[in-house]
């Protein structure tokens, strides 16, 4: 079942005009698990930064469960080599792929999660005052939603399942 586990879509969401702070959002193709970081600007250098992060918390185990990185063609998405490069070994730890330019569809399971964020945080709401608690509890909500795609499992069922097999094979 899992077999295309590990491929991931990865955006930002921006806070009101004029703010710094913006959300780093990771999500899982196969299982629409999602991961969220708050950065402190929308940077190449923050992105590159929150990616490190992802990485140090997953360990070795990074390279297996991201295997892919689609992303589109915004600045802060423009140090290919950064967001390839590990920060724990030599090498790459993952492969990252650019959508083709106004093609958002092309990372369809990304921006349909970021509508669900944009429940909790409407368009135009500052992020400054956002903590990492704050979008924990977010990505719990998130990955924690019964779906109609899976029979309503969650996602994070999914991804379990899915991280398990993975990771004992």
């Given amino acids: 079942e899992c077999s ?22 990771l999500t899982e193709r196969y299982t629409r698990y ?35 990185i689609t992303i ?5 998405f423009s140090d290919r080599e950064g967001l390839e490069q590990s920060c724990r070994r030599v090498g790459n ?10 093609s958002a569809y092309e990372r369809g399971s990304n921006e349909n999660q970021n509508k669900m964020i944009r429940r909790h945080y409407p368009k135009g709401v500052s ?5 990492p608690a704050d979008t924990r509890k977010l990505e ?12 309503f499992s969650t996602s994070a069922d999914l991804y379990e399942a899915c991280l398990n097999s993975l990771l004992s094979a």
Avoid at 6 to 23: P, S
Avoid at 72 to 76: F, M
Wanted: aromatic share 14%.
């Fill in 4 to 25: 295309t586990f590990g491929h991931w879509e990865m955006d930002c969401v921006e806070g009101k005009k004029g703010t710094k702070k913006t959300m780093l959002v």
């Fill in 34 to 68: 999602e991961i969220i970081r708050i950065m402190k600007d929308h940077t190449a250098a923050s992105v590159v930064k929150a990616l490190n992060g992802i990485e140090r918390t997953y360990g070795a185990d990074f390279y297996k469960v991201f295997q892919s």
């Fill in 72 to 76: 589109d063609n915004g600045s802060e």
């Fill in 93 to 102: 730890r993952t492969k990252i792929y650019y959508c083709h330019p106004y």
């Fill in 127 to 131: 992020f400054e005052k956002v903590t």
């Fill in 140 to 151: 719990q909500w998130i990955n924690h939603y019964p779906r109609g795609i899976f029979n």
